[in-house]
């Protein structure tokens, strides 16, 4: 499986780029929304998209909702499932009403996270 972390936490990127490419998954990291929404637009273009995008909705410049939206519009089956560490019913529906896949709240356990990537790429296959 290939995944793209979104994520302004550096630590939290280094952390699940080392902890799930022991499990095999390819992990590629963007540090910001402008930054994912760029590898997303790079990736299609190449024709390598990822299986799935998880990425954090508060993030400086452009947030997870607004490069969610972008993200769609150039791959419109694209699953993504937004992170948050702000418990905000609200912005979770507005994500799925995005095209989100789900959402999950940070702090997130690893098993957990893996389980919702997988049954993210599956139902975008």
């Known amino acids: 499986m ?5 994520d302004d936490e ?9 902890r799930l490419s022991r499990r095999g998954i390819e ?8 930054e994912g929404v760029r590898a997303v637009e790079e990736a299609a273009a190449a024709g390598t998209l990822p299986d799935v995008v998880v990425m954090d909705v508060r ?3 452009m947030d997870g909702l607004e490069a969610l939206r972008r993200m769609k519009a150039v791959a419109a ?3 993504v499932v937004l992170l948050t560490g702000h418990a905000s019913l609200g912005v979770a529906v507005e994500g799925m009403d ?5 959402y999950m709240l940070k702090p997130v356990a690893i098993n957990e996270l893996i389980l ?4 993210a790429a ?3 296959g």
């Open 2 to 6: 290939r995944a793209l972390f979104v």
């Open 10 to 18: 550096r630590e939290f990127l280094e952390l699940m780029e080392k």
């Open 27 to 34: 992990v590629s990291t963007a540090h910001d929304g402008l």
């Open 59 to 61: 993030m400086p410049g």
């Open 77 to 79: 089956t694209l699953p």
């Open 98 to 102: 995005l095209g989100a896949f789900d």
């Open 116 to 119: 919702k990537m997988e049954e």
């Open 122 to 124: 599956r139902a975008a």
